[in-house]
């Protein structure tokens, strides 16, 4: 996949997450990641298909999965994740996939996705067809985000 | 979600399992499941966009996917799920989905799915979005795989 595709996630990503957190991320290095690769405890899904096809994980642990939920839902402790906090969780994910869509639509770059999974689980491995290019976000007093984003250009 | 939008996924179950296990699956009771519901250990998941949008979830345990992986890959004994091994299983969700695709088009019903991505894992839990409908698959020999549709209708 061309490295400027990455670029839209990059930005949905700081760009949502410093609206729905106050915080801006910090973009670790982006790197490839070999297969299978283990995963933290809370992984979303979103699947992406058009110009660009592939799945999107983005993997948190669940403290930083607590805490993101927490400020979703205007601050109200989360101690366990229930299911409206995991939803709360996964409509991040959405919005920053939806961002990220809106982005490449403005390069005319037509892409769709699929609504979110969220998996929770323990010594979860992932396997994907295609290569995964990681995107670690650090949230400063939430935690880290990983962008797994394994997808590749259609014709 | 239209009934009638499942009958293809068990068409395309059918048709794919029965190719390439030589055996015709047993399809249990159709039936809708509880958020979030505790998942075997394997899980292929795949994406689903078009006329109808969400994800898709095969879901086995660890000794039906080394059965299945063995069957895939011409019959050599599968101990362990390696990379080969995981890919040939994500192949048949791949070959079921794309069939899938296929029967739908044949109705004028216009949908693209994304690579598979494989997980596993142990007390694995999903969350999805849409209900979630659940086709439970029976292979005589092989074990037991459940299709996990978590999709609606679009405008």
């Known amino acids: 996949m061309k490295v400027e595709y990455i670029n839209p996630f990059i930005q ?22 070999n297969m299978p690769f283990s995963a933290d405890q809370v992984i979303i899904i979103i699947g992406v298909v058009g110009k660009i096809k592939g799945q999107v ?20 402790p989360v101690d366990k994740l229930d299911e409206m906090s995991k939803s709360a969780v996964a409509e991040m994910g959405n919005m ?3 961002n990220t869509s809106t982005i ?6 037509n892409i769709d996705i699929t609504p979110p999974s969220l998996l929770t689980g323990e010594k979860i491995e992932v396997s994907n067809k295609t290569t995964t290019i990681v995107v ?8 880290n985000i990983s962008i797994n984003i394994a997808a590749e250009e259609t014709n």
Not at 64 to 76: D, F, L
């Open 136 to 143: 670690p976000l650090e949230l400063d007093g939430v935690g």
């Open 12 to 33: 949905a990503a700081q760009s949502v997450i410093s609206m729905l957190c106050s915080v801006q991320p910090k973009i670790g290095k982006v790197h490839l990641r």
């Open 104 to 109: 490449f639509a403005n390069q005319k770059v």
């Open 96 to 98: 920053i996939m939806g």
């Open 57 to 76: 994980c983005f993997e948190m642990s669940e403290n930083t999965a607590k805490k993101i939920a927490s400020i979703m839902m205007g601050g109200i």
